[in-house]
């Protein structure tokens, strides 16, 4: 059965010498991986470059294979401004990476989709470092890998003293619990606040949201420890050179 969507191309690489091969993160479909065969002579059917980042609707067949193949490709942005700029390029590879790794094959996720195409336009206008941390933090909300900001982790109580965050543990740790967990740390009153913020409210609410360097290096600290710890995904360099252009 033929099928229509749209997605945005995550990979892509050469297929001999007229096709090419991509992989795609649909709006209905999830990640898929797709040929495309004669992309480079069928200009007809492809009306799209394909480029990396770039959201195009596709006309597919799917199969039980891992591989289906794509019979057309038209255009919807291309985010043309990533170009541009060295550092948003960067953040947007590092959601489209962090995207490939941890989305299964098949498997739907309309408000990740959605969170990658808000956080690429808000790229436009907004600071690097502002737009990744409000990915990172919303996609592992949205993704299941969600830190628990709410209450402590251990006892399930709301937090009003003192807060400590536990890398391991994945989320808030109270006073009372500290001594249960070897690795928690302190984190400012204002920096809780704003995680809690960032994960619950809508985008693009959440932008509006203004925070001193400080408290984002904190927040970016926390996410990348708790991403190379329970994901085995290292954000360090990439971040650390967004920080740096920022």
């Known amino acids: 059965m033929i099928e229509k969507d749209i997605g945005f191309v995550l990979r892509r690489y050469n297929f001999r010498e007229t096709s090419l091969i991509a992989t795609l993160y649909t709006q209905r479909f999830g990640k898929i991986r797709g040929?495309?065969?004669?992309?480079?002579?069928?200009?007809?059917?492809?009306?799209?470059?394909?480029?990396?980042?770039?959201?195009?609707?596709?006309?597919?067949?799917?199969?039980?294979?891992?591989?289906?193949?794509?019979?057309?490709?038209?255009?919807v942005s291309d985010y043309f401004f990533l170009r541009k700029s060295e550092p948003k390029a960067k953040v947007a590879a590092l959601f489209f990476n962090l995207i490939d790794k941890l989305m299964q094959m098949w498997d739907s996720n309309s408000q990740v989709f959605s969170l990658a195409g808000e956080c690429?336009?808000?790229?436009?206008?907004?600071?690097?470092?502002?737009?990744?941390?409000?990915?990172?933090?919303?996609?592992?909300?949205?993704?299941?890998?969600?830190?628990?900001f709410n209450h402590c982790i251990n006892c399930k109580n709301t937090l009003n003293e003192e807060i400590l965050f536990s890398i391991s543990r994945g989320g808030f740790i109270c006073k009372n619990c500290q001594g249960l967990t070897r690795d928690t740390q302190k984190i400012s009153r204002q920096v809780s606040q704003s995680l809690i913020y960032i994960q619950k409210s809508d985008l693009p609410?959440?932008?509006?949201?203004?925070?001193?360097?400080?408290?984002?290096?904190?927040?970016?600290?926390?996410?990348?420890?708790?991403?190379?710890?329970?994901l085995e995904f290292d954000i360090e360099l990439k971040a650390q050179e967004v920080l740096s252009a920022g």
């Open 120 to 148: 690429l336009s808000s790229l436009s206008s907004e600071r690097e470092l502002k737009v990744l941390y409000i990915f990172l933090i919303k996609f592992l909300t949205f993704s299941g890998f969600k830190p628990e």
């Open 205 to 230: 609410f959440v932008f509006r949201l203004n925070l001193d360097k400080k408290c984002e290096e904190e927040i970016l600290y926390i996410l990348r420890r708790f991403l190379l710890y329970h």
């Open 35 to 75: 040929i495309f065969k004669g992309f480079y002579t069928a200009k007809k059917e492809f009306a799209s470059s394909l480029d990396i980042f770039s959201l195009n609707e596709f006309v597919f067949y799917p199969k039980k294979s891992e591989i289906w193949l794509m019979s057309h490709a038209d255009l």
